[in-house]
């Protein structure tokens, strides 16, 4: 039986229907696409039976939909959120947890003066601008906004660290939530129930249902006992079920490299379905020439962070500057010139699936400047250099090679043995085993230079992941969803990562988490005031 998160079970819910909701057709929306289309295909509502009707169904339980039920309801709205997967949160409670964004009332009581404009000036380039097309005006209103979308998430209890620096930007920005990213939903969820929201958990959504050529419904099914459910949204249907992160057969569309389409997902539960649904009934979706792909991601107990370790404003990044990925054997696997992609790939050929990155105190040092130079972000904690990350336990630290190996699952003895081998090729400055051309960095310090310099460093388990796939449904800003035409296609409306057409939203830390809750907040808003 699928969990109903709240006080009355499945049987009672199928049996008694809201019977409220907005009557009539959504009418007085104006956005960017030039004229409303009609949706093409789906389930006809003519041969459903509905077994609950409400003024809007969400799909998805990530901070896009959370954030859009918990608005919508709370300004009078009945709303039906569906979740494929046994608790609410999604990619939202695995990230660091960051929200960088201008004019929140935090930045205003530490006394900082912010715009959206000075934003978008140090968050991006006249490249992104111009990629984005008519979608830059969605990326702007996320900068107009997303200040509100703090406040309005501490209003209702969610607690933040920041606004912390953000390197190379004129303001402090950085909105960490606090203690962990997975600490909201716990804030959301009895605030959601007691605005009257339907929580279905385990209850996933798999086709739009179509009246004279609007959205009007969604197709269910119960991920425990397979049943299937029809559930009617009077205001429209609104799609926060991400991206393609786990669907090989989507990207696969997009991409010969079927390895690349293998790579894990963080949340297997992001398998495009949300997306192939809005296919069905004619919606467009872009940027596929990113579909694929993926990048190696520390696993537990390592803190989440990539293994490139290259930030927006620094020049180079750990790989750059000379550290080196080993196998559990404690052996090099490629080489370490090779992009994200094609290192993970790499990494997904060995049987543990896993690789560990090991470096020198000459490394090291030049991660030890804060912010400019540093690891990645931490939870809570904004950013972190080496330092913090060992003193968080994420990386090992130790005075020798079969020390540091000692602490993970790194063989000693294997190690060492390579760390001799790769200094003789630096040394010679020939890499007779994977051909890697540069051993470090010149500005880095470390150019042709062994891996010699106590104490030593090892960074992992890295694993491939996918964090969030770009493949995108096309919307306005009403987040209409948009025909492959770009006309709107009635009664059908996205947010987060499922909708945000060529929007820049993964141009830094944090703007894809505000980007999540602030369009659920707005999009939340908006079918209240249908």
Same mark, same amino acid.
């Given at each position: 039986?699928?969990?109903?998160?709240?006080?009355?079970?499945?049987? &009672?819910?199928?049996?008694?229907?809201?019977?409220?909701?907005? $009557?009539?057709?959504?009418?007085?929306?104006?956005?960017?696409?030039?004229?409303?289309?009609?949706?093409?295909?789906?389930?006809?509502?003519?041969?459903?039976?509905?077994?609950?009707?409400?003024?809007?169904?969400?799909?998805?339980?990530?901070?896009?939909?959370?954030?859009?039920?918990?608005?919508? /309801?709370?300004?009078?709205?009945?709303?039906?959120?569906?979740?494929?997967?046994?608790?609410?949160?999604?990619? &939202?409670?695995?990230?660091?947890?960051?929200?960088?964004?201008?004019?929140?009332? %935090?930045?205003?009581?530490?006394?900082?003066?912010?715009?959206?404009?000075?934003?978008?000036?140090?968050?991006?380039?006249?490249?992104?601008?111009?990629?984005?097309?008519?979608?830059?005006?969605?990326?702007?209103?996320?900068?107009?906004?997303?200040?509100?979308?703090?406040?309005?998430?501490?209003?209702?209890?969610?607690?933040?660290?920041?606004?912390?620096?953000?390197? /190379?930007?004129?303001?402090?920005?950085?909105?960490?939530?606090?203690?962990?990213?997975?600490?909201?939903?716990?804030?959301?969820?009895?605030?959601?129930?007691?605005?009257?929201?339907?929580?279905?958990?385990?209850?996933?959504?798999?086709?739009?249902?179509?009246?004279?050529?609007?959205?009007?419904?969604?197709?269910?099914?119960?991920?425990?006992?397979? &049943?299937?459910?029809?559930?009617?949204?009077?205001?429209?249907?609104?799609?926060?079920?991400?991206?393609?992160?786990?669907?090989?057969?989507?990207?696969?569309?997009?991409?010969?490299?079927?390895?690349?389409?293998?790579?894990?997902?963080?949340?297997?539960?992001?398998?495009?379905?949300?997306?192939?649904?809005?296919?069905?009934?004619?919606?467009?979706?872009?940027?596929?020439?990113?579909?694929?792909?993926?990048? %190696?991601?520390?696993?537990?107990?390592?803190?989440?962070?990539?293994?490139?370790?290259?930030?927006?404003?620094?020049?180079?990044?750990?790989?750059?500057?000379?550290?080196?990925?080993?196998?559990?054997?404690?052996?090099?696997?490629?080489?370490?010139?090779?992009?994200?992609?094609?290192?993970?790939?790499?990494?997904?050929? %060995?049987?543990?699936?896993?690789?560990?990155?090991?470096?020198?105190?000459?490394?090291?040092?030049?991660?030890?400047?804060?912010?400019?130079?540093?690891?990645?972000?931490?939870?809570?904690?904004?950013?972190?250099?080496?330092?913090?990350?060992? $003193?968080?336990? &994420?990386?090992?630290?130790?005075?020798?090679?079969?020390?540091?190996?000692?602490?993970?699952?790194?063989?000693?003895?294997?190690?060492?043995?390579?760390?001799?081998?790769?200094?003789?090729?630096?040394?010679?400055?020939?890499?007779?085993?994977?051909?890697?051309?540069?051993?470090?960095?010149?500005?880095?310090?470390?150019?042709?230079?062994?891996?010699?310099?106590?104490?030593?460093?090892?960074?992992?388990?890295?694993?491939?992941?996918?964090?969030?796939?770009?493949?995108?449904?096309?919307?306005?800003?009403?987040?209409?969803?948009?025909?492959?035409?770009?006309?709107?296609?009635?009664?059908?409306?996205? /947010?987060?990562?499922?909708?945000?057409?060529?929007?820049?939203?993964?141009?830094?830390?944090?703007?894809?988490?505000?980007?999540?809750?602030?369009?659920?907040?707005?999009?939340?808003?908006?079918?209240?005031?249908?």
């Amino acid at each position: 039986m699928a969990k109903q998160d709240s006080t009355f079970s499945r049987r &009672s819910f199928v049996k008694g229907a809201l019977g409220v909701g907005a $009557a009539g057709a959504v009418a007085g929306l104006t956005a960017c696409g030039p004229s409303e289309g009609a949706a093409t295909g789906g389930i006809s509502a003519v041969d459903v039976n509905w077994d609950d009707t409400a003024d809007i169904v969400v799909v998805g339980g990530g901070g896009t939909g959370c954030s859009c039920a918990l608005a919508a /309801g709370e300004a009078g709205s009945s709303v039906i959120l569906l979740e494929s997967s046994s608790a609410l949160g999604g990619c &939202s409670a695995l990230a660091v947890g960051s929200l960088t964004t201008p004019g929140s009332q %935090l930045q205003k009581d530490m006394g900082i003066e912010d715009s959206a404009e000075q934003y978008l000036e140090d968050m991006t380039d006249e490249m992104a601008k111009e990629r984005a097309g008519a979608d830059w005006a969605i990326f702007e209103m996320q900068a107009q906004e997303g200040g509100k979308t703090i406040d309005w998430m501490v209003d209702h209890g969610v607690a933040f660290n920041g606004p912390l620096v953000y390197p /190379g930007h004129t303001n402090n920005r950085m909105h960490m939530l606090s203690p962990k990213s997975n600490a909201w939903p716990g804030v959301f969820k009895p605030l959601m129930e007691a605005a009257g929201v339907k929580i279905l958990l385990d209850t996933k959504g798999v086709e739009l249902v179509v009246d004279n050529g609007r959205v009007v419904g969604v197709k269910a099914v119960d991920q425990i006992t397979q &049943s299937e459910f029809f559930f009617k949204g009077e205001k429209g249907v609104f799609i926060a079920s991400a991206s393609c992160d786990s669907s090989y057969d989507l990207k696969i569309r997009a991409t010969a490299d079927p390895e690349a389409c293998k790579i894990d997902a963080a949340c297997s539960y992001n398998d495009g379905t949300g997306l192939m649904m809005c296919q069905m009934v004619g919606a467009g979706l872009t940027t596929w020439e990113r579909a694929a792909g993926g990048g %190696l991601r520390a696993q537990a107990p390592s803190l989440n962070v990539g293994v490139f370790g290259k930030q927006s404003w620094m020049p180079y990044g750990m790989i750059a500057a000379g550290a080196i990925m080993v196998n559990k054997q404690g052996q090099r696997y490629a080489s370490e010139d090779l992009n994200g992609t094609a290192f993970t790939i790499a990494t997904n050929r %060995l049987p543990e699936r896993m690789g560990w990155m090991f470096y020198d105190d000459a490394v090291a040092s030049n991660f030890q400047v804060f912010p400019d130079m540093v690891v990645s972000s931490m939870p809570n904690e904004g950013w972190g250099t080496v330092d913090d990350f060992v $003193a968080a336990g &994420s990386i090992m630290k130790a005075d020798t090679i079969e020390e540091v190996a000692a602490l993970t699952d790194v063989d000693p003895a294997g190690l060492a043995a390579e760390v001799a081998k790769y200094n003789g090729f630096v040394a010679a400055g020939k890499d007779e085993d994977f051909g890697k051309k540069e051993f470090g960095k010149e500005d880095a310090g470390t150019k042709n230079k062994p891996l010699d310099t106590p104490p030593f460093y090892i960074h992992g388990p890295h694993k491939g992941e996918v964090t969030s796939a770009p493949l995108t449904l096309n919307i306005n800003t009403s987040f209409e969803v948009l025909d492959v035409f770009d006309n709107v296609i009635p009664g059908l409306y996205a /947010g987060g990562n499922a909708g945000k057409g060529r929007a820049p939203m993964s141009v830094g830390h944090g703007t894809q988490m505000t980007w999540a809750f602030t369009s659920g907040r707005l999009a939340g808003t908006m079918f209240a005031g249908m």
